[in-house]
Nanobody
Framework: QVQLVESGGGLVQAGGSLRLSCAASEGTFGSYAMGWFRQAPGKEREFVAAINWSGVLTYYTDSVKGRFAISRDNAKSTVYLQMNSLKPEDTAVYYC???????????????WGQGTQVTVSS
């Protein structure tokens, strides 16, 4: 099975940037679509961004368009989430996920990481 490990979270000031990484242990990483989701206290886990197996198709939730960018490096079996112009509302635990097939915006992914905390101060 695929193991996913997120890193890069932390505390930043509003307007700052963070780059999250998600490293996969599976040797067929290039066959998987990848997604980023987040969950704030008291809220449902929500879709943030997704990318197809080759990296040519990307999708974003409206609230992060123009600020976040998802990318992947299949040679390194890693997916990234570059987060710019961060807002306090972006504070959440961020999870990466993997699935076979197309990238989707629902929670129907096969593998999940443990999450990394992102905190944006006012």
């Amino acid at each position: 099975q695929v193991q996913l490990v997120e890193s890069g979270g932390g505390l930043v000031q509003a307007g700052g940037s963070l780059r999250l990484s998600c490293a996969a242990s599976e040797g067929t990483f290039g066959s998987y679509a990848m997604g980023w989701f987040r969950q704030a206290p008291g809220k449902e886990r929500e879709f943030v961004a997704a990318i197809n197996w080759s990296g040519v198709l990307t999708y974003y939730t409206d609230s992060v368009k123009g600020r976040f960018a998802i990318s992947r490096d299949n040679a390194k079996s890693t997916v990234y989430l570059q987060m710019n112009s961060l807002k306090p509302e972006d504070t959440a635990v961020y999870y990466c996920a993997a699935r076979l097939g197309p990238p989707i915006v629902t929670l129907t992914y096969n593998y999940w990481g443990q999450g990394t905390q992102v905190t944006v101060s006012s």
